[in-house]
């Protein structure tokens, strides 16, 4: 099952989202960064569910981290409540990269930069596309995405993105 774009309030967020971490990312903290779609590791980071150390098991979390990590990864960190470094986090697919303690708020905006370099709705309908898309059939999957494209692609934004192109200039995106 894939990780669903939201928060327990049910809220769900299209806009990318990037998860910071540095030190310890631990139970309800590791649910959360596991709402988001990007996470920047410190050096300095350790992830982990150690709940099941004090008698209580995590939910949200067992429900998340399997789509992010893959089952038998995923088990591990939830079964045995042990901590996984930074690195480990990458190697799996929690995090993305790792960076210096120092640079970790630098690097999460680096990548939100480069993230606002695409236009807004055409940015937001891929992320919805992507994450509805991995629970749905092929074939539905790829009609709910030419859905989304369709409506996207009469926003002012896609005009402004097809002139820009033509006059060779950086595009001035609206979110409309």
Not at 14 to 34: D, E, F, M, Q, R
Not at 100 to 121: F, I, K, M, S, Y
Not at 147 to 166: C, F, I, K, N, Q
Request: glycine share 10%.
């Amino acid at each position: 099952m894939p990780t669903v774009n939201s928060f327990e309030s049910g809220l769900e967020l299209w806009k990318p989202t990037i998860a910071a971490v540095n030190h310890y990312c631990l139970g309800y903290g590791l649910t959360a960064v596991l709402a988001c779609d990007f996470v920047i590791a410190a050096d300095d980071a350790q992830f982990g569910f150690p709940e099941v150390r004090i008698g209580v098991p995590t939910i949200v979390g067992a429900l998340r981290l399997p789509g992010r990590v893959g089952m038998q990864h995923a088990l591990e960190i939830l079964l045995t409540g042990d901590r996984i470094s930074a690195e480990d986090a990458v190697a799996i697919g929690l995090a993305l990269r790792v960076v210096p303690r120092t640079e970790l708020l630098v690097a999460a905006r680096e990548l939100a930069v480069r993230l606002c370099q695409g236009a807004p709705l055409a940015v937001r309908a891929v992320n919805e596309i992507a994450h509805r898309g991995q629970g749905l059939p092929w074939t539905e999957a790829v009609r709910f995405g030419e859905t989304m494209r369709r409506l996207v692609h009469t926003s002012e934004d896609a005009r402004e993105g097809l002139t820009a192109h033509a006059e060779k200039r950086p595009p001035r995106w609206q979110g409309k």
